[in-house]
RNA sequence: GCUGCUGUAGCUCAGUCGGUAGAGCGCGUCCUUGGUAAGGACGAGGUCAAGGGUUCAAGUCCCUUCAGCAGCUCCA
């Protein structure tokens, strides 16, 4: 006797095998068309999938209004783009087909290279089979007659795969659709005809199993709605997230630029972005005074021994500027990082554990050489500056010193209303050998830092293997662009290996009288100022608060009979130490703000005869729009009261994720 | 680094079959002197990314390099 438990409460019960199409038919038939598929105990399924013979299960009909449904109708979509592929070009081998956050991609080796002016051939035959509505059919084969037929359809990569990966299935399942059959988990919705609006995105490379050292396939992405609508609305968004892009935004906002004569990947600050790095180099620098850091200075250079003490010559030299030659003995390297330079200030004179914690920081400029197809805008670059710095302390101090590093980079955080990101902890991965130091040593900072994380309140906090710093675990603030790819921001690295003996040997005399190996911190709560500020011009979509603003206000005469009154304001509020222009172009007053407000410049002053003759200035706010007149002093003290608060009024949220895989319809 | 796509005025882009280069915005000058998102006229501005090749002729076709974009791989 089977128990069926649906969502409203009731229950049902079945002596007979039944699967949960039978029971949807059962409760109406208007929900067994809709339904597409079902959940068992919170196992997504195929809606002709048999349920247990007896016990109890929670069952719940997936239909169109379920968003597990999406993802399965996504996978489905998936096999149709394939099927259509493989339909209009010779020799297609299949590999992995799953769905990610906002759609599906598959892989392909065929001899025809894909590109975008095959998308709409493809699309048509997808529709074409989309309209035919043929079912998704499993089909449970043993694993040598699984093996047989996918060697029988010419698939080696799904050959290979249940040889490999799937070596400890006993059976494997297949979906057939017409012609087409895949070996795939599933599940899928019952037919063709249940899949909406789709539509092919792009076309890129990928390697087969994620392996560079193996062969490239195609990857073909798209995505799939239920409704045109909802569609239509995602490829909107998709549009103006290009339009929230810093890169974009850079150039029309002339923050930044990149000149191949100058190199790729190495950022030129144009004066406007150039004032948001300054404005965030003082606000971090102000705090950095306040928690008791003591800046440093250090130069772009050092020898190339220093790195091979500290380990970062061999460990990282690929993604190293080469060395600057001078002699043979006598070569410099570009820093890769400010640590080595900092454990020299150390170790300028000896410590005592009256000295620590010791707090070094500065904003370092470091080098590395990414690889030419990760460089793009401000969020990978060979050049870029760190708001570092390195702690020096004994091992009581570590919990507290780094749980205050934690504690500065939320702070900072949160004063740019920078609220929607993740905490990962980045632990070695115990199968490589890229890590110096200890197993020991790692596993008590691990802990440690585990330890001090648990204890705050950092939101979706969790660990990730294989992501540490070659010298130790970490604590880093991920936040996603507006393309749902996510960047590496602030970050705090414990470390227990670069003071130790083997590497700078690192000592404090302490109240034993005896000398004591201290413990470094590494912490950069902006990361770097490149990629933060690329990041924020993404978060504010370019309209800066005004504490950060290039351009904060402008004074707009309505017709040049003003232009000296206008000039005075604009002397004034310069005085003030705002950052004003003034516009007395021989332009309309509505020509002219509309120019202010795309330049998104926040603040408007208005200046006709009426102001001039009160000595007032009509205000007009970026979002809010006219405020009407006041003195000029008012409105001088309305901005520098802003300014000083910081205030944050308007920020853009992402709307997409990652593109990580979903955990539902993967190939296998 | 790998695969694919792209590179034309300051910006965004058009340029047919290979036949000596175009728009809008911006910029400059002049007219207009105005009241909260585009007033008007005229004008300047190009080694068509760079180099090589095919051709009577190349922005257009081919090759190489550089750069950008998407993804993969890597990422202290």
């Not at 002699?327 to 554990?353: G, Q, T």
């Not at 120019?595 to 007032?616: F, H, S």
Request: glycine letters at 8%; one cysteine or more; hydrophobic letters at 40%.
């Amino acid at each position: 006797m089977l128990t069926i438990e649906l969502p409203d409460g009731s229950t049902r019960q079945y002596s007979q095998p039944v699967r949960p199409v039978d029971i949807a038919a059962e409760i109406g038939a208007g929900l067994a068309k809709a339904t597409l598929a079902a959940s068992i105990d919170g196992r997504v399924v195929g809606a002709d999938t048999p349920l247990p013979e007896a016990g109890r299960v929670q069952l719940r009909i997936l239909t169109k209004k379920d968003p597990e449904a999406l993802a399965v109708m996504r996978h489905s979509c998936a096999h149709v783009m394939a099927r259509a592929v493989m339909r209009l070009f010779p020799d297609v081998k299949l590999a992995f087909g799953p769905t990610i956050e906002n759609g599906y991609y598959y892989d392909f080796d065929m001899p025809h290279k894909l590109t975008e002016e095959d998308f709409p051939k493809i699309e048509a035959e997808m529709a074409r089979i989309i309209k035919a509505d043929e079912p998704f059919e499993r089909q449970v084969e043993p694993r040598e007659k699984a093996l047989a037929l996918c060697q029988q359809l010419g698939q080696p990569f799904k050959v290979e795969h249940i040889e490999t990966g799937l070596s400890q299935d006993p059976t494997l399942s297949f979906y057939r659709q017409g012609e087409f059959i895949d070996l795939c988990r599933g599940p899928h919705v019952p037919g063709a005809g249940k899949i909406g609006a789709f539509k092919l995105l792009s076309v890129a490379g990928a390697y087969w199993k994620g392996d560079a050292e193996r062969q490239q396939l195609q990857r073909l992405y798209g995505t799939a709605f239920f409704s045109r609508e909802e569609l239509d609305a995602h490829l909107a968004r998709l549009e103006e997230a290009k339009r929230r892009d810093h890169r974009v935004l850079g150039k029309q906002l002339e923050l930044f630029s990149v000149n191949p004569l100058v190199g790729s990947g190495l950022i030129l600050w144009l004066p406007r972005g150039a004032v948001i790095r300054g404005e965030l180099e003082n606000f971090v620098r102000g705090e950095l005074i306040k928690r008791g850091y003591e800046p440093v200075y250090t130069p772009h250079i050092g020898r190339v021994e220093l790195y091979m003490t500290s380990g970062h010559f061999p460990y990282y030299a690929d993604s190293q500027f080469k060395p600057i030659e001078i002699s043979e003995d006598e070569r410099y390297l570009l820093k890769p990082m400010n640590c080595p330079h900092h454990i020299m200030i150390y170790k300028s004179r000896p410590r005592s554990y009256r000295d620590l914690p010791l707090r070094l920081a500065e904003f370092g400029t470091v080098y590395r050489y990414e690889q030419s197809g990760e460089l793009g805008g401000m969020t990978r670059v060979r050049g870029f500056t760190q708001d570092d710095a390195h702690l020096f302390c004994t091992e009581e101090q570590v919990a507290d010193e780094f749980r205050s590093c934690l504690e500065m980079t939320q702070f900072v955080l949160k004063s740019l209303g920078l609220d929607d990101y993740r905490v990962r902890l980045g632990f070695r991965d115990p199968k490589s050998d890229k890590y110096v130091g200890s197993a020991e040593s790692w596993e008590r900072a691990e802990r440690a830092l585990e330890e001090v994380c648990r204890g705050m309140n950092l939101p979706r906090l969790d660990i990730e293997r294989g992501e540490a710093a070659f010298y130790g675990p970490k604590a880093d603030f991920v936040v996603a662009d507006c393309l749902g790819r996510e960047w590496q921001l602030g970050t705090v690295q414990l470390d227990y290996n670069l003071p130790g003996a083997e590497r700078f040997g690192l000592e404090y005399i302490g109240a034993d009288n005896t000398p004591h190996r201290p413990v470094m911190i590494h912490r950069a709560p902006l990361g770097s100022m490149e990629r933060f500020i690329g990041v924020l011009i993404e978060h504010f979509a370019g309209a800066f608060p005004l504490w950060l603003a290039p351009e904060q206000v402008r004074v707009l005469v309505v017709s040049e009979k003003v232009e000296a009154f206008g000039r005075q304001v604009e002397q004034r509020l310069r005085e003030a130490g705002l950052r004003v222009t003034g516009d007395y172009r021989a332009e309309k007053i509505g020509s002219k703000i509309r120019d202010a407000q795309l330049k998104l410049v926040p603040y408007m002053l208005v200046c006709g005869a009426r102001e001039a003759e009160q000595g007032t200035v009509a205000v007009r706010d970026r979002i809010e729009g006219d405020l009407g007149a006041m003195p000029v002093e008012a409105a001088v003290d309305k901005l520098l009261a802003e300014v000083a608060a910081k205030t944050v009024r308007k920020v853009v949220r992402s709307e997409f994720g990652g593109q990580k895989k979903d955990a539902s319809g993967t190939d296998y």
